[in-house]
T-cell receptor, first 117, second 114 residues
Framework: QQQVKQSPQSLIVQKGGISIINCAYE??????FPWYQQFPGKGPALLIAIRPDVSEKKEGRFTISFNKSAKQFSLHIMDSQPGDSATYFCAAIWGQKPSGGSYIPTFGRGTSLIVHP | DAGVIQSPRHEVTEMGQEVTLRCKPI?????LFWYRQTMMRGLELLIYFNNNVPIDDSGMPEDRFSAKMPNASFSTLKIQPSEPRDSAVYFC????????????FGPGTRLLVL
């Protein structure tokens, strides 16, 4: 069962454009939503994260928008650059560890972003 | 901080051989994760350790896979015998266990089983 659904699977954007990646989750017990960026040949690296008590978080050209009622969150990359070309993963983590459970992130399937010069 | 260290970075082996992947987590982190990444299946969690104890190994595909964490600074993932379908990139990640914790991934081991 996929608890975090990520779309699109791939995305091509022109330099200077806006890249938008969407994620939807099912379990309202999730309380922390990080995004990871993975360059070819490297491991995923934490990019930006949001808590459900805020609707938006911005770090430079990267913004997370969060819609708690819709159980959706998205990553916006403004003024996309060729150096942003990478695979992006959204994730969700429990706010309170369930009985017998653990704080293991649930990852989306990833979005391959290509930014053309 | 050196980050998560994995070795080897690349491994090519023949079907039936034993493969051992190694991981050194970031000092002070008490959670360690092993992941497998393929084009078909994406990023899959294989096993999760907390304070050196295996907590969740439900992602380990079969008995050919085993993982150990003898101390806080070292973990291994072993495949015996290896099969071509085990070809993938294997990542180790570490973190501090908690509700808003982040994971720090190593560079991965690219495994090719011929």
């Amino acid at each position: 069962q996929q608890q975090v659904k990520q779309s699109p699977q791939s995305l091509i954007v022109q330099k200077g454009g806006i890249s938008i990646i969407n994620c939807a989750y099912e379990n309202t017990a999730f309380d922390y939503f990080p995004w990871y960026q993975q360059f070819p040949g490297k491991g995923p690296a934490l990019l930006i994260a949001i808590r459900p008590d805020v609707s938006e978080k911005k770090e430079g050209r990267f913004t997370i928008s969060f819609n708690k009622s819709a159980k959706q969150f998205s990553l916006h990359i403004m003024d996309s650059q060729p150096g942003d070309s990478a695979t992006y993963f959204c994730a969700a983590i429990w706010g309170q560890k369930p009985s017998g459970g653990s704080y293991i992130p649930t990852f989306g399937r990833g979005t391959s972003l290509i930014v053309h010069p | 901080d050196a980050g998560v260290i994995q070795s080897p970075r690349h491994e090519v082996t023949e079907m039936g051989q034993e493969v051992t992947l190694r991981c050194k987590p970031i000092s002070g982190h008490n959670s360690l994760f092993w992941y497998r990444q393929t084009m078909m299946r994406g990023l899959e969690l294989l096993i999760y350790f907390n304070n050196n104890v295996p907590i969740d190994d439900s992602g380990m595909p079969e008995d050919r896979f085993s993982a150990k964490m003898p101390n806080a600074s070292f973990s291994t993932l072993k495949i015996q015998p290896s099969e071509p379908r085990d070809s993938a990139v294997y990542f180790c990640a570490s973190g501090r266990e908690g509700p808003r914790s982040s994971q720090y991934f190593g560079p991965g081991t690219r495994l090719l089983v011929l």
